[in-house]
Nanobody
């Protein structure tokens, strides 16, 4: 059973940067598609960025050019570098992994990102 633990959230001013990290334990994440989702208050959870086993990436339109997802298979970690943050980026960010039959099998507990304007 793979466990995912996020870190790196916090409070930042608009225009600032944060780097989120997701550490996998209890197994290897190297063969999995991994992703970051976020959920703002009163809104549905949404896809932010994804990376497959070979390193190909995908982003939701609102973060393209500002966020970068990366992975280190040796360390079993996935990161989300977030630059030029906006107030609308405020949300709880979740790491997900193990894309199988249309669903992610593994989820982290979430880390809060708050961007003040």
């Amino acid at each position: 059973q793979v466990q995912l633990v996020e870190s790196g959230g916090g409070l930042v001013q608009a225009g600032g940067s944060l780097r989120l990290s997701c550490a996998a334990s209890g197994g290897t994440s190297s063969g999995y598609n991994m992703a970051w989702f976020r959920q703002a208050p009163g809104k549905a959870r949404e896809f932010v960025a994804g990376i497959n086993w070979s390193g190909s990436t995908d982003y939701t339109d609102s973060v393209k050019g500002r966020f970068t997802i990366s992975r280190d298979n040796d360390k079993n970690t996935v990161a989300l570098q977030m630059n030029s943050l906006k107030s609308e980026d405020t949300a709880v960010y979740y790491c997900a992994g193990g894309w199988t039959s249309g669903v992610f099998l593994y989820w982290g507990q979430g880390t809060q990102v708050t961007v003040s304007s």
